[in-house]
């Protein structure tokens, strides 16, 4: 299971329409939880590209990834 810091970057696994955010995004681990099923998760904070809020969430781990040195930052306008 993967295990991230609280407070790093994450790459988004997935897409997140009900939140306008797709897979690649960057968004801020907030905290780590487990559900009481076991599931593990994070909280989530995403920024848009001037540091404003446009979401604060909870994802399982399986929608994170660690980002990777052989990656690039990009913007993109947020989808409608």
């Given at each position: 299971?993967?295990k991230?810091?609280?407070y790093s970057?994450?790459?988004?696994?997935?897409d997140l329409?009900e939140y306008?955010l797709?897979r690649?995004?960057?968004v801020?681990l907030?905290?780590?939880?487990?559900a009481?099923?076991?599931?593990e998760?994070?909280?989530?904070?995403?920024?848009?590209a001037v540091g404003?809020?446009?979401a604060?969430?909870?994802?399982?781990?399986?929608?994170?990834?660690?980002?990777?040195e052989?990656e690039?930052?990009?913007?993109r306008?947020l989808?409608h």
């Amino acid at each position: 299971m993967m295990k991230l810091e609280p407070y790093s970057d994450a790459a988004l696994t997935c897409d997140l329409p009900e939140y306008r955010l797709r897979r690649g995004d960057i968004v801020k681990l907030v905290d780590h939880h487990v559900a009481p099923d076991g599931t593990e998760g994070y909280s989530i904070e995403v920024f848009n590209a001037v540091g404003d809020t446009i979401a604060v969430t909870a994802v399982p781990v399986s929608a994170l990834e660690a980002l990777r040195e052989d990656e690039v930052l990009c913007a993109r306008p947020l989808a409608h």
